[in-house]
């Protein structure tokens, strides 16, 4: 019986310790995303981007989280006080949910551990991603409804109907994942692509799904309320939309929660897409079991530059052709997508 | 109407094709415009210089903050013919001549001075008209540029900020701008 | 600790639905709503039917909640346009709803026992067994619950473009 508890109490404490060195790399990589973001939009545009604080600018990050906690923090006066800040909290929660089932690596064997490098392998683990992605945009809508600002409430609108729209054709593309796969556990997905054929192409769902890939990753951008799909905080239309009306640390949460969804939705692609945290070539137990985070974090990041990439290349969309991206083409090609691959397995096994 | 540069392109409503009309070969040449620029910065070919640190050099005869000039033995050149003022197409140019007093010869080089002597800094439109209607060489437009400020009096510059010092040291070169100035005329 | 999870739980919905049904801002009502939904999710997951507990959160609270939020965010309802019901209302209100009650408890108290006797496996909830059980011994009301819901979208689609010609 004590034996149990011991167990159980090291299981609690491996878990706790995992999830607090999951939570502070996400608000790290959320926060030089923000600088990253703005090295990448200046050496697109031929400019050189923040380099002042620090050499290359490295600080910068902290001068503006500074910044964002010094400002006044201002509630407008008819706005509804508790939904007013229950909306960025609730924006930046959903968030950081997220993270829990996406397998970092196989093990971590150092120091005479051995820790499993997800927080939680749930066998719904793909579902629980959707799950928590459609719930990101309650904290928008609460958040501009609260506003008590028409601009503040055309943003949640058009944030809360596009998000609809295309998590849609988001699940219609997992489908074909999860029918390859067999499984909807994000550590089976990963762990199922393992391995090359021919002995150099790895065995990515990216060369089986070619199709589905870039529909989730269209859907992902406008998920993410990225550019082109950022209409919701478009400012040549609504001054900043659903955030119009926020101001210091609460309308930091909004911004830092899009990052970290970034990196979250970046992370999704790696794992459903790009094998998660295998290589060919390279076995994710080495280095204690380092290696497989490594490899992941690097695809990450550069799913990472390619929102950004795109968001400072493309012009933003209209809402009517948005909509008609969205329901015309995006959600009928998954459906194809869908048949075609249900079609492939019952020929080829 | 015939075109000149033969560039024009004729603009046609037509239907689009397939592969425009799925977007993403166009979508992929715009990112790969934006991929080329991004190395050419990151290899650190930027346009931008690092300005307090790094100057870019000015033209020879850029027109920036005015000097009153002092000749050779540190007297004051400006007579106060008001020709600077007259020129002046922004009016930004006003004075009050003064007479030399006795004793005041290493101060003044003419008999007349200029006791104030204001420039408008935010009607200057740095055009050199002033130095070109000077008749004793005493205004130049210099390369400095001119200080910013909050306060729109500041920017009323009297001969504290314009008569150069007389000192060999606070003495401003304005040889290149003075063969330009002298050669037009 | 499931004993106490599941009375914490039991205590939140029931509270959470009563706010919800009393409170008179209908934007408080839907998110009290929304809470309703995660308790009874978290209830789901004390019976092993993780499955059935995140399609409800995404089914429920991530869609169909939205599109109400949605509407009442349109129409921006508040206490002042509320009409005044009368108590007669109030009365046909609660006969009914009294009514309603009376059925599903009637139709719960036969078969306590064999929802007590199901809960009690362990993988009952996986997707797998929730898969094979829908298209092995469910699969006649799978498809007709299918045909509905074909038969409803068509419906939207004819609602949708009214001018269509029959």
Known sequence: ?349 | MQSLSNRSKLVVNKEMTFMERIYLPAILKGMWTTLKHFFRNVTGKTATLRYPEVKRDFAPVYRGWHVLKRDEQGRENCTACGLCAVACPAEAITMTAAEREKGEEHLYREEKYAAVYEINMLRCIFCGLCEEACPKEAIFLTDRIVPTDYVRQNFVFGKDMLVEGVEPEKRINVKVRQKHVTEKK | MSQYLFLTLALVSVATALLMVLSRNPVHSVLYLIATFFAIAGQYVLLNAQFLAIVHIIVYAGAIMVLFLFVLMLLNLNNATEPQKSNAWKVTGAIASGSLLLVMVGALKGSSAAVAQVAHKADVGLVQNLGRVLFTDFVVPFEIAGILFLAAMVGAVLVGKRDIKL
């Not at chain 1, 998920?223 to 209409?231: G, K, Q, S, V, W």
């Not at chain 1, 930091?252 to 945290?277: C, K, Q, R």
Request: proline share 4%.
């Open chain 1, 1 to 349: 019986m004590s034996a149990l508890l011991l167990f159980i109490s090291a299981v609690i404490i491996e878990k706790t310790a995992l999830v607090l060195v999951m939570f502070l790399i996400t608000l790290g990589i959320a926060a030089y995303s923000t600088y990253g973001e703005r090295k990448v939009a200046a050496f697109l545009q031929d400019r050189l981007g923040p380099d002042r604080a620090g050499p290359w600018g490295i600080l910068q990050p902290l001068a503006d989280g500074a910044k964002m906690f010094t400002k006044e923090d201002f509630i407008p006066k008819d706005s509804n006080k508790w939904l007013f800040i229950l909306g960025p909290g609730a924006f930046i929660f959903v968030a950081l949910m997220t993270s829990a089932v996406i397998p970092w690596g196989t093990y971590f064997t150092g120091f005479g551990l051995n820790v499993d490098l997800q927080v939680a392998d749930v066998n719904i683990g793909i579902l629980y991603v959707m799950g928590f992605v459609s719930l990101g945009v309650y904290g928008i809508m609460i958040g501009g409804w609260a506003s008590n600002n028409k601009y503040s409430l055309f943003g949640a609108i058009r944030a809360s109907s596009q998000m609809i729209s295309y998590e849609l054709a988001m699940g219609l593309s997992i489908i074909s994942v999860i029918l390859i796969t067999g499984t909807l556990s994000l550590r089976g997905i990963a762990d199922g692509q393992a391995g090359t054929w021919l002995g150099f192409i790895p065995q990515w769902n990216v060369f089986l799904q070619p199709l589905g890939f870039i529909i989730f990753f269209v859907c992902a951008l406008a998920e993410t309320n990225r550019a082109p799909f950022d209409l919701p905080e478009c400012e040549t239309e609504l001054v900043g939309g659903y955030h119009t009306e926020y101001s210091a640390m609460k309308l930091g949460s909004f911004l830092f929660a899009e990052y970290i969804n970034m990196f979250i939705s970046s992370a999704v692609i790696s794992t459903v897409y790009f094998g998660g945290y295998n290589f060919p070539g390279i076995d994710p137990s080495w280095l204690w079991g380092l290696m497989g985070p490594v490899v992941i974090f690097a695809k990450t990041f550069f799913f990472i530059f390619v929102f950004m990439w795109i968001r400072w290349t493309l012009p933003r969309f209209r809402y009517d052709q948005l909509m008609h991206l969205g329901w015309k083409s995006l959600i009928p090609l998954s459906i194809l997508n869908m048949l075609l691959t249900g079609a492939g397995i019952l020929c080829l096994g």
